[in-house]
């Protein structure tokens, strides 16, 4: 589906409905979410309305520096949220030192990574979510 969001606001209402009608607990591993496009094209913004769907009250930030932040979710289907940002990851291996393999086995963690095409080799299927500028405040959202 393809979304075009004109504010911030909007992008809010398209990440709580993500989250209404989009997202199912695996038996198998973890929900993984892929957030591609440009900087500045709004995935982060995407995620602190996402986050915020599930209670969380921390301010969201990308984890460029730090590559990941774990969230934990009181009372929702999840028990972490996982925000990645592979943005600086240079070799796959990196991804797998810090334990990719794990998190994306436990059902229980909802993992939401930005830049995933810096580690496709190890991206196990995910939920893809597209972001395109189209204007200096419009944004395509496509959800696949």
Same mark, same amino acid.
């Given at each position: ?95 797998? /030192? ?18 995933? /095409? ?27």
């Amino acid at each position: 589906m393809d979304f075009l969001s004109k504010s911030v606001g909007e992008t809010a209402q398209i990440a709580a409905n993500f989250v209404k009608t989009s997202l199912a607990k695996q038996d198998f591993g973890a929900t993984i979410v892929g957030l591609y496009g440009e900087l500045g094209s709004g995935k982060t913004t995407f995620m602190k309305y996402l986050a915020l769907n599930f209670g969380v009250s921390e301010t969201i930030q990308s984890p460029t520096y730090v590559i990941e932040k774990i969230y934990e979710l009181e009372k929702q289907l999840f028990k972490h949220l996982i925000h990645i940002d592979a943005y600086r990851i240079e070799k796959e291996k990196e991804m797998i /030192d810090l334990g990719w393999n794990e998190i994306t086995a436990d059902p229980k963690n909802l993992i939401c990574i930005e830049w995933p /095409d810096r580690i496709a080799n190890i991206m196990p299927p995910h939920i893809v979510i597209k972001f395109e500028h189209v204007s200096e405040t419009e944004r395509k959202i496509s959800i696949a």
